[in-house]
């Protein structure tokens, strides 16, 4: 099965609860698609995780942070920060996952949602922000390696002159004294994937 179909596969369109001015192709529950998927990882490109909600908000609330700049949503699974940055006014938007399945729904969710979007294959523990002005990643400090990966990929980008922003909801790894943060939200998530039908979400700039 191609990407493409996998993705249409097990999905539908949805709008994001927290961003309901964007709709994503959203799995009602992940494993029978991530049995599909053939892949180690969860299929993290088919639902709208609580920290990339809090991240897109925040773009759209706040167009300046992107507004003429170009932009890359790291580790972007759905592509729904990319997509905020991208109705934000970015100049250019590059969405970037490891997962070619990620690709292909992102390729989808931005045409869904009008914009343009850059999808491409990343992995962070290779690959730099090459000329990003703003570097957006949520939800990558869930586990350990990954976390590590994540802040010395940020850390490489700020010191090229990025302006680096993340979200997270509080997870085991988050390396908070390298963060400032900026906003919190109240945000709605599925019960399938959480401990708790809202988790508090808040974006950083890296300190």
Do not use: C
Request: no cysteine; charged share 20%; glycine share 8%.
């Amino acid at each position: 099965m191609t990407p493409e179909a996998l993705v249409r596969s097990g999905t539908s369109w949805k709008p994001v609860p927290f961003v309901t001015e964007i709709s994503l192709l959203t799995a009602a529950e992940p494993f029978a698609l991530w049995d599909r998927s053939e892949r180690a990882a969860p299929p993290f490109w088919a639902f709208p995780w609580a920290g990339g909600q809090g991240l897109a908000r925040y773009v759209l609330d706040n167009p300046g942070t992107v507004r003429g700049r170009r932009v890359l949503d790291a580790a972007a699974g759905s592509g729904l920060v990319a997509i905020a940055a991208a109705k934000a006014g970015a100049a250019s938007v590059v969405a970037a996952d490891v997962d070619p399945n990620a690709i292909a729904a992102i390729g989808a969710n931005a045409a869904r949602n009008g914009v343009t979007v850059t999808a491409r294959a990343f992995d962070l523990a290779g690959d730099d922000a090459g000329e990003a002005e703003v570097v957006l990643a949520a939800d990558v400090f869930y586990q350990r390696q990954l976390a590590e990966l994540a802040l010395r990929f940020l850390r490489d980008a700020s010191r090229s002159g990025a302006h680096a922003l993340v979200a997270d909801p509080g997870r085991a790894f988050l390396p908070a004294a390298s963060l400032f943060p900026l906003a919190s939200y109240e945000v709605p998530v599925l019960r399938v994937l959480e401990d708790a039908p809202v988790k508090t979400v808040t974006v950083y700039r890296l300190a």
